[in-house]
């Protein structure tokens, strides 16, 4: 019914020819606004092409910061870098924990040499070696109660000394070494009087050395004496060994 209604339309309408006014043969005259005013709308058109793309707009502003992603995969060793300079010296730690107990050890040899005697005969010899022949202590038996002399059988720095007991006679001893005596001690006898005399000294020896007492002068001056109650003695030990 609408397309009958147009065509009725159309062609009730003058055709272009005869309502157009021209100034000359092939001149179109621009139809006046009253002219258009009692047209009709005609039916639309098709949609036309669709235009070229325009030009790219400005950049936007950046966007909020995204979530932090996962972590990714780790990636192969690198080279070995250089060393690197020292570092300053750290603060000293604390004392570590003790070790355990080592093994016992092979145990030193200890030399030994000593004698302590004293005397039991009051008869004395000016000018020979004493003997004394009671014997306190001569386990290593470096002493000779027969001829009253000490045998040094280890060298080394050893310690001698003596104690004599005066009576009826003045006494004057000396301790020899190597027949040389080195030491002396006098001691004048006070009558009526039990009287005392010492000395001590200390000694190199070399192996095969003797050391002994013996009483230098004439036989005015032997009053050793010795009973149940006084005792007169000679002694003597090493203090250390030589190192080899």
């Avoid at 098709?46 to 995204?66: C, L, M, V």
């Avoid at 003045?170 to 070494?177: E, P, R």
Wanted: aromatic residues 10%; contains cysteine; hydrophobic residues 30%.
């Amino acid at each position: 019914m609408l397309l009958l209604q147009a065509v009725l339309l159309l062609l009730a309408l003058p055709s272009p020819a005869e309502d157009t006014p021209t100034e000359g043969p092939g001149v179109l005259i621009p139809l006046t606004k009253e002219a258009c005013q009692g047209w009709m709308a005609g039916i639309p058109g098709h949609p036309g092409h669709n235009g070229t793309p325009g030009r790219d707009g400005r950049d936007g502003t950046p966007g909020e910061k995204g979530e932090k992603g996962d972590a990714g995969l780790v990636g192969p060793k690198g080279d070995t870098g250089e060393v690197g300079v020292t570092g300053v010296e750290g603060p000293r730690g604390f004392p570590g924990t003790p070790g355990r107990k080592g093994e016992p050890g092979e145990s030193a040899y200890v030399y030994r040499s000593a004698f302590s005697v004293g005397l039991e005969n009051r008869v004395t010899v000016p000018n020979v070696p004493i003997r004394f022949t009671k014997i306190f202590y001569n386990q290593q038996s470096h002493y000779d109660g027969s001829t009253g002399k000490f045998h040094c059988n280890v060298p080394g720095l050893y310690y001698f000394s003596y104690h004599i007991t005066v009576y009826t006679k003045d006494v004057k001893v000396s301790l020899f070494k190597k027949d040389k005596a080195v030491l002396f001690t006098y001691d004048q006898y006070q009558d009526k009087n039990v009287d005392q005399a010492s000395g001590s000294v200390l000694l190199h020896l070399e192996v095969g050395d003797q050391v002994w007492l013996q009483v230098y002068g004439d036989g005015d001056h032997n009053g050793l004496y010795a009973d149940n109650v006084n005792d007169s003695t000679f002694t003597g030990f090493l203090l250390y060994h030589d190192t080899i």
